[in-house]
Structure formats: C-alpha cells, structure tokens
C-alpha cells in the first residue's frame, strides 16, 4: 500500500492512489490534518489547472509547500478531485 513519509512520519497511506505524470495523488481524506498548515502558494499546470498547497509541521520540523492539490481540477484531470500529492522531503513508498 502507497504510504507519504515525511521524517519517518507516515502522513498519508492508501490503496486507492491515482498516478499522474509520475505521482501518487492520494485520497484527501487519507491525509493526517494534524501535520498541515495552510499555504498562500499557487501554481498554475496548464491542464490541471490552479493547485493549491499545503505545508507540514511536526515537532519543531516545517517543510513549506510539501503538498498540493487541485481544488478546482479542469475537466480533462478530474481524477486528481479531492486528492493531495507530495514532493520535496516526502517519499512514497509503496
């Protein structure tokens, strides 16, 4: 089962991932709310559409936008709806 590390933290383990353009986008409910903050960045994926982002904090340690989502996907990325992905100091491990 796909599990999201984050310093040998598992902040996220599912069975139903969906993999776009490499990453493993995770259910958002699979996502533990007691490691993620709001963040004001935005991005924009010219099919995806606006991602929004998420930052962790645990123990003293911050990883500043380590999680985005696609709150409002366009049609053609419905599949990532209500899902979170990872990068920078988070490993998916299966």
Not at 77 to 88: I, L, Q, S, T
């Amino acid at each position: 089962m796909p599990k999201a590390v984050w310093n040998d933290l598992v902040i996220a383990e599912s069975d139903d991932t969906v993999v776009v353009e490499g990453n493993h986008y995770f259910p958002r409910s699979a996502l533990r709310d007691d490691v993620i903050r709001e963040s004001d960045t935005h991005t924009i994926c010219p099919w995806k559409g606006t991602a929004s982002y998420y930052s962790l904090e645990h123990d003293g340690r911050k990883s500043a936008d380590a999680v985005w989502y696609y709150p409002n996907p366009k049609p053609d990325a419905e599949m990532v709806r209500d899902r979170v992905a990872f990068w920078r100091d988070v490993r998916v491990v299966e």
